[in-house]
């Protein structure tokens, strides 16, 4: 059963309780019979019966996800051992030097034929020494000199490269063997710890936490007196959850509620840099929410607007990354990809001097074509048709850019006739005139190029 549901009948719970209290306390305004006092009891004892289910539920999921939770880590775990030893089988086995191999053959040949051709030669020297004169057998003596000392200074020679070979095989392992240890640290440090992965996937809310969150949400969908009303409401209840991801995901979610609702500047600011640090505590304590990374985006774009180029061009790497991951955790949020269309959509209108800061700052500068936005825009009006009137702007501003002027006239006309919502679109003069012009744009336009 979905959390939404759970809560619901919390509410109905608390609802009937105090109706109870206050229908069954005497009043003189209003008395109610004993038949619907009893009526009133039995169906707050259902509601009592379905919550203590619920309870009974909500704890069987989490102690199945728990089980869950521990058989992935064992698995993992079993896998990262199992390279490991795949990688430790692959050091041990010994490897063929060329070079120590060739040296040992040359040294056993080279000892071997000279020798035996020595032992000839003093053979033969042995048997002339008889018959000979003694000018020959001293040349024969000096001959059988030289080649005994060629021999030693050839076998001293073939001993030097076997050492260093030998010595070379020793470092090599001693690398190999550095090698695997750092590999096995890498490992550790890239693999999460056994409780780091419990928390992520067992992060289920307690049934107070959830009926907060739930009434988080229902504000969250409501007016500027609704949203400010959930900001406080997260706001106040910050210490008692802390902790928990999907309370701080939410209390980030209500910053940029509140960003969008002040007119002041400075406090706009305030808004988008504590936003963004309570996204970046959710993120840190679990980053495989979408919502996280949805979020710490979205705030570090209204964070991007008061920094200097530089810090813009660096926050706009980051925006475009977290993006990418919240889309890869959750590939039906459109907000997600009007997002991904309004960054492809500005890196592709980029300035000269905008272009060059990029390409100094990152070997690889970030590069997006107006096809590209497009794509993305179209979409996040797949995902939610009629989602954003900003979305059906930029639809209409990207076939403009592409030539496209019958497609961009079309898109403007829905666009306009769509209520402003946002703060972006509320009282914006700039983005009527923009409509009209896209309205009115001649047939005859030439395309333009558009790309980074």
Not at 71 to 100: F, M, Y
Not at 169 to 183: C, F, G, I, N, P
Not at 341 to 362: I, N, P, T
Not at 395 to 412: P, V
């Amino acid at each position: 059963m979905m959390w939404t549901d759970y809560t619901r009948l919390l509410l109905t719970c608390k609802i009937c309780h105090q109706r109870w209290q206050r229908w069954a306390r005497p009043s003189r305004a209003c008395r109610v019979s004993p038949e619907q006092q009893v009526e009133l009891k039995n169906r707050l004892d259902d509601v009592l019966m379905c919550v203590t289910g619920l309870r009974s539920e909500v704890s069987e999921l989490r102690s199945g996800l728990q089980d869950i939770a521990q058989k992935i880590i064992e698995d993992v775990k079993k896998g990262l051992e199992e390279s490991q030893r795949a990688r430790r089988r692959r050091h041990l086995v010994p490897r063929e030097r060329t070079d120590s191999m060739s040296s040992s053959s040359i040294y056993f040949s080279a000892s071997a034929g000279p020798a035996s051709t020595y032992g000839g030669t003093e053979s033969e020297a042995g048997y002339s020494t008889a018959y000979a004169e003694s000018d020959y057998t001293d040349r024969e003596t000096d001959r059988e000199t030289d080649k005994e000392g060629d021999r030693e200074d050839k076998e001293s020679d073939e001993e030097d490269d076997e050492d260093r070979s030998v010595a070379t095989v020793l470092t090599l392992r001693q690398e190999d063997s550095q090698a695997e240890e750092e590999d096995e640290e890498d490992a550790d440090r890239e693999w999460p710890t056994m409780a780091t992965m419990v928390t992520m996937v067992t992060d289920v809310p307690s049934a107070e936490l959830a009926l907060l969150l739930s009434q988080s949400d229902l504000l969250h969908e409501g007016d500027s007196g609704a949203k400010k009303d959930g900001f406080n409401l997260l706001h106040t209840n910050k210490l008692l959850y802390s902790d928990s991801t999907e309370f701080l995901w939410r209390l980030a979610r209500a910053y940029n509620d509140m960003y969008e609702i002040t007119e002041d500047k400075e406090e706009k600011k305030s808004y988008t840099e504590q936003g963004r640090d309570e996204a970046e505590a959710a993120l840190s304590r679990n980053g495989l929410n979408a919502e996280c990374h949805k979020w710490f985006a979205v705030l570090t774009g209204l964070n991007s607007q008061y920094e200097s180029m530089h810090g813009k061009l660096k926050s706009s790497h980051i925006l475009k990354e977290h993006l990418d991951r919240a889309i890869a955790l959750r590939d039906d949020d459109p907000l997600c990809f009007y997002l991904l269309g309004r960054w492809c959509y500005e890196v592709s209108m980029l300035g000269w001097l905008e272009k060059k800061a990029a390409a100094a700052l990152y070997e690889s500068p970030p590069s997006s074509t107006v096809h590209e936005a497009l794509e993305h825009f179209l979409k996040a009006e797949e995902l939610s048709p009629g989602f954003s009137k900003t979305v059906r702007v930029y639809i209409a501003k990207c076939h403009k850019e592409l030539g496209n002027t019958s497609e961009a006239s079309n898109w403007a006309r829905l666009a306009i006739q769509m209520p402003s919502v946002t703060s972006e679109e509320t009282g914006n003069s700039t983005l009527e005139e923009e409509l009209k012009a896209l309205i009115d744009t001649p047939s005859d336009l030439s395309p333009s190029n558009g790309d980074f």
